[in-house]
């Protein structure tokens, strides 16, 4: 392997988690520690930094504030959703991205983010090979939503699925607290995948969680649905459903559609108000207490019930990409392996090639869901427990969380 | 002081806190070594477990599990919203109180709850005197609400203060993230007092918090907040906003209230979907993306993100209570008195008249929330911030909480 020198640029992409910054922490400290690696430059939003050219210099910033990026949530550099065209169709992006890259003698890009990030991070690769620009460029990987191929888990979803557990045992406490009775319908996120809702599956199996779980990767009956928590709300007074924002009727419909069309910058249709619709159906037909509970933006951004295992695989992550990307490794995102064999978890992270991760959506195995479509089974527990595990020693100032401050200095051209 | 020897009596009334068994574990473990207390029965469901004798005997529970209860949210032995008569109109219950009260020899009643629970401590005080029935009555404030007069703050408070303001520093973080822009409405607790939407000025004081904070005090009027939010949002493409659920027009019309109108049993009118009435009274005027976000439940429940100030205090209340019963003290409220001179936070427990508590409701100063009426000035930071402090080792188990487990053994009469 030839040492390659040079700048490396660094981005985040796709919605925020509670961890994505540990993983920032993990490229920039590895890289500005890196002696082949002459500068650590971070993009503002991701590619659109590049393409403004609106880059960090990260040598500028306080050490110990960069260390506090491990326990601050959201995108500390900024995010995008912003689609690369096909370079076939129009290339007028990639040029400017390898102006930048010419601009600033950038040698290594980290990109972290999701299955579209993945995509981003693939197609740049694959132009720069075409350019013959010498250019090492990594994936980290990223989503809450947990659906990316090719590895165990994703960083930020043990997190926001101990933030989902935790709340749903306490919620249900809650809402088995008045003699009257109650119907809880609680929204959580996940388009198409549904590893964020299934993560209430572990408050069920704590005693206190949801009675009915429905992911996306099923069909959705709104009459099956109510006659269920009829059932169980005749039964024992109360009902605590859990439900994907996802969840779509035989015909693909999404039940939430209704409610609202807007579309985000990928043209996914943003989805909400579920909660709410699925409450209202419930009270028509019981004409009992009803509440429903959206989760929201509160479930990705839960640094302060982040898991330990989570922020420290993050942090890996973005180590090994950088580290193998010194080694010569390029086109690769950082997957986890993981056994847990005789219920001793380890996870073992590995480069595997960007193309076999971007755009393609990992789901829940049917097979983990129980045969009524209501519930997870125990190979789900047995996966997500241990990925929850720990709780950090957050940094806090007057036990209010305290969050890294960068000082985000602009970067000078080379 | 005579001593006063027989069985107590410990309820939960009103909206459950994430502290309110920290109360239940107070009054139940002083009572339980106390010597003149003879037994400790704990009533299902408030005042209504001793309306239909549904009480459990505290002595066979496990100490270890009780001890518990200072971590688990919600309560553990259930709440009720059940509104006592005028004993002058109607002495129905208030006779069957006395029956069950003679029946397990009754001498000691202590109730945990808000204002609706003190006043019906008060009346069942007042009537136990009326008819001779020598009984030391003793209520246990809390309530989220924090809305009780005569006390410096009311235990529950303080942790859904902490959540309240920790969850906003972490949408904050999360709504900064994209380049295109975003308003967030988040929308908090509190009917007719703003204690709990102004934690979110906590939040602000870190530097991640609402710009525009509307509390129940104050008249709220659309137009300027549309205004307002449109200036923000135009200067740096993102306003986060933080509302009461109690926010009113000058005609006292609740904001939220064409939405719904069902009422609970106090007759209070439900409240809800107040966020997203705003969010799209905001999207209609900028065209920005918008996010509403109901805290919901989960600000009630959060033990997870509880403030260990607020467990000892309610812990403390409730034996504070029993002591005070034993000694003689009956017809009172555990109140707080509390000093923060010179950044130095004391606080005192003193017993105060029920009546003086029963059906006031203490709200925000005027002269605490900013002249505009869209924020919080600095007493009140000072008033909230010593409350939060301290973060409890919560018990876990595979890192989720480790709720008390109680076996709620039905007593059998004396």
């Not at 193998?324 to 986890?336: C, H, N, P, R």
Request: glycine letters at 8%; aromatic letters at 8%.
């Amino acid at each position: 392997m030839s040492e390659l020198r040079g700048t490396c640029i660094f981005g985040q992409s796709g919605g925020p988690t509670a961890v994505i910054n540990a993983s920032a922490f993990g490229v920039i400290r590895t890289a500005l520690d890196a002696d082949c690696i002459t500068r650590v430059l971070g993009a503002a939003h991701g590619i659109r930094g590049v393409l403004d050219d609106m880059l960090y210099d990260m040598s500028k910033e306080d050490p110990k504030e960069l260390e506090l990026l491990q326990y601050t949530p959201s995108s500390a550099l900024g995010s995008c959703r912003y689609k690369l065209a096909d370079p076939d169709v129009d290339d007028t992006d990639y040029r400017r991205i390898l102006e930048i890259f010419k601009k600033y003698d950038v040698r290594y890009f980290f990109y972290n983010g999701g299955n579209d990030s993945m995509d981003t991070c693939n197609k740049i690769s694959k132009y720069m090979l075409k350019v013959g620009y010498e250019c090492r460029i990594m994936g980290v990987p990223k989503t809450i939503d947990n659906d990316l191929n090719g590895t165990d888990h994703c960083p930020g979803y043990p997190s926001a699925a101990k933030y989902i557990a935790t709340s749903c045992m306490e919620v249900y406490k809650d809402a088995q607290v008045y003699d009257t009775g109650m119907v809880t319908v609680i929204e959580i996120m996940g388009r198409h995948a549904g590893w964020l809702t299934a993560a209430a599956a572990l408050a069920t199996a704590k005693g206190a969680g949801p009675d009915l779980i429905y992911l996306p990767e099923l069909t959705f009956d709104m009459d099956d649905f109510l006659n269920k928590v009829e059932r169980i709300y005749r039964e024992k007074k109360s009902c605590f459903v859990a439900v994907s924002e996802g969840i779509h009727y035989a015909d693909g419909t999404f039940v939430s559609e209704a409610k609202t069309s807007a579309t985000d910058g990928f043209g996914h249709v943003q989805l909400g108000g579920l909660a709410a619709i699925l409450a209202n159906a419930v009270q028509q037909r019981l004409q009992a207490k009803v509440r429903g509970i959206e989760l929201s933006l509160l479930q990705r951004c839960a640094s302060h019930c982040a898991s330990l295992t989570d922020i420290n695989e993050a942090r890996l992550a973005g180590e090994m990409a950088v580290k193998a990307a010194v080694e010569g490794t390029t086109d690769k995102m950082i997957a986890f392996q993981c056994s847990r064999a005789q219920g001793i978890y380890n996870c073992e992270m590995v480069p595997i090639p960007l193309e076999s991760v971007a755009n393609v959506e990992k789901k829940v195995p049917r097979d983990w869901i129980n045969e009524a479509g209501d519930g997870l089974e125990q190979p789900f527990i047995d996966y997500a427990l241990p990925l929850i595990q720990g709780r950090p020693d957050t940094a806090q100032e007057d036990s209010l969380p305290r969050f890294a401050r960068l000082k985000k200095v602009r970067a000078a051209a080379k």
